[in-house]
């Protein structure tokens, strides 16, 4: 006896509907499930100072970092404010002396950027001291 039938032969046939349905489910599933987390700015608190001012000031130079990134040299604002400029008036400031501290004033909203200019161009002229001026508490007293 032959029960194996010649011809037509039903091929297993997959049911897609069901299977897209399924995936459906799963997929609102996941999205009404997951929490999404917003992530602000990050709010920085610059730091405050309250230390006293030396009684010694040996030969300083101011260098102002504006928050538009402008720079002052002692109160003199600077044409250009690329770093090649900085360094030249930085030594025109300190006259060539070593012994000279570089006091940063930069404003809260400075750019970092500005800030690490004004040091390399200290470094490139030859002026290893720096320091950063910082307001007191609430007095608004320059220290450093």
Same mark, same amino acid.
């Given at each position: ?6 011809? &037509? ?10 299977? *897209? ?6 997929? *609102?599933?996941?999205?009404?499930? &997951?929490?999404? #987390? ?10 405050? /100072? ?30 250009? #404010? #690329? ?10 400031? /300190?006259?060539?002396?070593?012994? &000279?501290?570089? !006091?940063? #004033? /930069?404003?809260? =909203?400075? /750019?970092?950027? =500005? !800030? ?13 001291? *720096? &320091? ?8 608004? =007293?320059?220290?450093?």
């Amino acid at each position: 006896m032959n029960f194996h039938t010649r011809g &037509t032969r039903d091929e297993p046939e997959i049911n897609l509907i069901a299977f *897209i349905d399924i995936l459906l489910v799963v997929v *609102i599933f996941l999205v009404l499930t &997951t929490t999404y #987390s917003k992530f602000t700015e990050l709010k920085v608190n610059l730091p405050v /100072a309250d230390a006293e001012a030396p009684k010694q000031n040996p030969r300083e130079v101011v260098v102002a970092v504006g928050a538009d990134g402008r720079y002052a040299i002692n109160r003199r604002v600077l044409e250009g #404010s #690329s770093v090649e400029q900085l360094t030249a008036a930085l030594q025109e400031s /300190a006259e060539g002396g070593r012994e &000279t501290v570089v !006091v940063i #004033s /930069a404003d809260a =909203a400075a /750019a970092h950027q =500005a !800030v690490i200019n004004v040091m390399d161009a200290a470094r490139r002229a030859g002026l290893v001291q *720096i &320091t950063f001026a910082t307001q007191q508490g609430s007095a608004g =007293a320059r220290t450093r």
